[in-house]
């Protein structure tokens, strides 16, 4: 357990954080905790192979890092008190002589999220070793973590400006998750370890929580983006959207912009409407109606920014409907009735954005989650997960889906109660066997994580049990089998 407090960044981390996309902090531990760290990483990938998601049961240390009080407080500052680790982290092999990889994105594993501007979602790059440039370091492209396109992901052919992430070992580098990277060549004659992490908020934002002077959003040097910053700033400082009025700028000219052919402009149209208020509303709901099938379709096929396929609803008007937030909420709930199953997606994906200014939306988005189409269900899925504050009254929907044939609901529900716990009995016992008998791993993780939240009393045996029977022993190997 944690003894000592956070270690929170200040406003001017996070300014560029929001506009560069990662702020680095060192754990502060000793150098020979890394060196021994380094070892037994070295030792597990060359005798026992990759353990993939299990690298921190296999070397439980390494949580230690992510306990230190500059670890925690970067990662409270940006995702808020009570963030989630995601089941799912890696260690990266760079290899001496590796020519590095191709620019991408990664996925939200096995899953489609929309790539929201809002901070719900990190990774952090922890290096058990000094990093210099010639070691092959992670490197990013600083600035274009919200942009789907990039001058071609051919590093050789990229015009954008690279980073890379170097360091001490102990550095831990907390990058946006929508940001560009890729390992860069190793040209040293040393291996490059990297041990990827995600993490996640809990609870939405009530108000700044990092150590903050000033509320007000400073405009940052060379940020191509400026309405969508300030609409992240003012969001992680508790906002709805941006406080300043949009003036001189036409609702006719931002509804052009959101077709243009550069996706800076469709992307500062889109946050620029958050400043416009009410009366953007019902244009931009006319052009969510007006969108083709064809066209919500096209954000799904795989693409370097989305390797296993993205969310139809991944449209520049669904940015500018969550951008004017609580005044497009009434409309958004409407829209889960349309008769078009992508208007319908698009509604709950945006409900979900809004967030708790959206959460008189709960019922009908408990309803959408029983939608006859999949990608209806899996966005309300997800935004209940930010609308929270269940009654008993809705358990058997949520157990309902909690049985859906699509993981992506699966998890998202399991996720959902994870972060929102209610008391309920038969609720608990499906949480306690999908955590064992799902197909999905990642189901059966929050199912755990879940049941743990809402067990009391007699129903705490039946969780225990599973837990107990789940247990990684990291003291088991291949060579000591028992």
């Given at each position: 357990?944690?003894?000592?407090?956070?270690?929170?960044?200040?406003?001017?981390?996070?300014?560029r954080?929001?506009?560069?996309?990662?702020?680095?902090?060192?754990?502060?531990?000793?150098?020979?905790?890394?060196?021994?760290?380094?070892?037994?990483?070295?030792?597990?990938?060359?005798?026992?192979?990759?353990?993939?998601?299990?690298?921190?049961p296999?070397?439980?240390?390494?949580?230690k890092?992510?306990?230190?009080?500059?670890?925690?407080?970067?990662?409270?500052?940006?995702?808020?008190?009570?963030?989630?680790?995601?089941p799912?982290?890696?260690?990266?092999?760079?290899?001496?002589?590796?020519?590095?990889q191709?620019?991408h994105?990664?996925?939200?594993?096995?899953?489609?999220n929309?790539?929201?501007?809002?901070?719900r979602?990190?990774?952090a790059?922890?290096?058990p070793?000094?990093?210099?440039a010639?070691?092959?370091?992670?490197?990013?492209?600083p600035?274009?973590?919200?942009?789907?396109?990039?001058?071609?992901?051919?590093?050789?052919?990229?015009?954008e400006?690279?980073?890379?992430?170097?360091?001490?070992?102990?550095?831990?580098?907390?990058?946006?998750?929508?940001?560009?990277h890729?390992?860069?060549?190793?040209?040293?004659?040393?291996?490059?370890y990297?041990?990827?992490?995600?993490?996640t908020?809990?609870?939405?934002?009530?108000?700044?929580?990092?150590?903050?002077?000033?509320?007000?959003?400073?405009?940052?040097?060379?940020d191509?983006?400026p309405?969508?910053?300030?609409?992240?700033?003012?969001?992680?400082?508790?906002?709805?959207?941006?406080?300043?009025?949009a003036?001189?700028?036409?609702?006719?000219?931002?509804?052009a912009?959101?077709?243009?052919?550069?996706?800076r402009v469709?992307?500062?149209?889109?946050y620029t409407?958050?400043?416009?208020?009410?009366?953007?509303?019902?244009?931009?709901?006319?052009?969510?109606?007006?969108?083709?099938?064809?066209?919500?379709?096209?954000s799904?096929?795989?693409?370097?920014?989305?390797?296993?396929?993205?969310?139809?609803?991944?449209?520049?008007?669904a940015?500018?409907?969550?951008a004017v937030g609580?005044?497009?909420?009434?409309?958004?709930?409407?829209?889960?009735?349309?008769?078009?199953?992508?208007?319908?997606?698009?509604?709950?994906?945006?409900?979900?954005?809004?967030?708790?200014?959206?959460?008189?939306?709960?019922?009908?988005l408990?309803?959408?989650?029983?939608?006859?189409?999949?990608?209806?269900?899996?966005?309300?899925?997800?935004?209940?997960?930010?609308?929270?504050?269940?009654?008993?009254?809705?358990?058997?929907?949520?157990?309902?889906?909690?049985?859906?044939?699509?993981?992506?609901?699966?998890?998202?529900?399991?996720?959902?109660?994870?972060?929102?716990?209610?008391?309920?009995?038969?609720?608990?016992?499906?949480?306690v066997s999908?955590?064992?008998?799902?197909?999905?791993?990642?189901?059966?993780?929050y199912?755990?994580?879940?049941?743990?939240?809402?067990?009391?009393?007699?129903?705490?045996?039946?969780?225990?049990?599973?837990?107990?029977?789940?247990?990684?022993?990291?003291?088991t190997?291949?060579?000591?089998?028992?």
């Amino acid at each position: 357990m944690p003894t000592r407090n956070p270690h929170l960044l200040r406003d001017d981390h996070i300014r560029r954080f929001i506009t560069d996309g990662y702020v680095q902090v060192n754990d502060g531990l000793p150098t020979e905790f890394h060196q021994d760290l380094y070892r037994k990483i070295e030792t597990v990938l060359e005798e026992e192979g990759n353990p993939g998601n299990n690298i921190l049961p296999r070397i439980p240390e390494i949580h230690k890092v992510f306990d230190q009080p500059s670890v925690r407080g970067a990662l409270t500052s940006l995702l808020g008190p009570g963030y989630l680790m995601h089941p799912h982290r890696y260690c990266h092999l760079n290899k001496p002589g590796s020519s590095g990889q191709q620019w991408h994105k990664d996925d939200y594993i096995f899953d489609h999220n929309v790539r929201h501007a809002r901070c719900r979602w990190v990774m952090a790059f922890y290096y058990p070793q000094d990093v210099s440039a010639d070691m092959g370091p992670t490197g990013i492209l600083p600035g274009v973590q919200h942009h789907n396109m990039i001058s071609d992901c051919e590093a050789s052919k990229t015009t954008e400006s690279a980073l890379g992430l170097c360091g001490p070992a102990g550095t831990v580098s907390i990058v946006n998750f929508d940001s560009w990277h890729r390992a860069m060549p190793n040209v040293s004659e040393k291996n490059r370890y990297m041990l990827k992490f995600q993490f996640t908020r809990s609870r939405e934002p009530a108000g700044p929580t990092w150590e903050s002077g000033n509320r007000g959003w400073k405009p940052q040097p060379d940020d191509e983006l400026p309405a969508v910053s300030e609409a992240v700033w003012n969001w992680l400082a508790g906002g709805d959207s941006g406080e300043v009025e949009a003036k001189g700028v036409s609702i006719d000219r931002c509804l052009a912009a959101l077709d243009d052919a550069d996706e800076r402009v469709r992307l500062q149209a889109a946050y620029t409407f958050g400043r416009k208020g009410a009366e953007a509303v019902e244009p931009l709901v006319e052009r969510l109606c007006a969108t083709s099938e064809e066209q919500a379709l096209a954000s799904v096929p795989r693409n370097p920014a989305n390797p296993a396929g993205g969310n139809p609803s991944e449209l520049p008007v669904a940015y500018a409907l969550s951008a004017v937030g609580r005044p497009a909420v009434k409309h958004l709930e409407a829209l889960l009735e349309d008769d078009a199953w992508w208007v319908r997606a698009t509604a709950a994906d945006v409900l979900g954005d809004i967030g708790r200014p959206a959460s008189d939306a709960r019922p009908a988005l408990l309803r959408a989650v029983g939608d006859d189409d999949a990608w209806v269900r899996r966005n309300a899925s997800e935004a209940l997960a930010v609308q929270g504050d269940f009654s008993d009254e809705d358990a058997p929907a949520l157990r309902h889906a909690l049985g859906d044939e699509d993981e992506r609901v699966r998890r998202n529900i399991a996720f959902t109660l994870a972060r929102h716990p209610i008391q309920d009995a038969d609720l608990v016992d499906d949480l306690v066997s999908r955590s064992a008998e799902d197909e999905g791993r990642y189901v059966r993780y929050y199912a755990l994580a879940a049941a743990a939240r809402m067990t009391a009393g007699t129903d705490r045996e039946g969780f225990l049990n599973a837990m107990l029977a789940a247990r990684w022993c990291p003291l088991t190997t291949r060579k000591s089998a028992y």
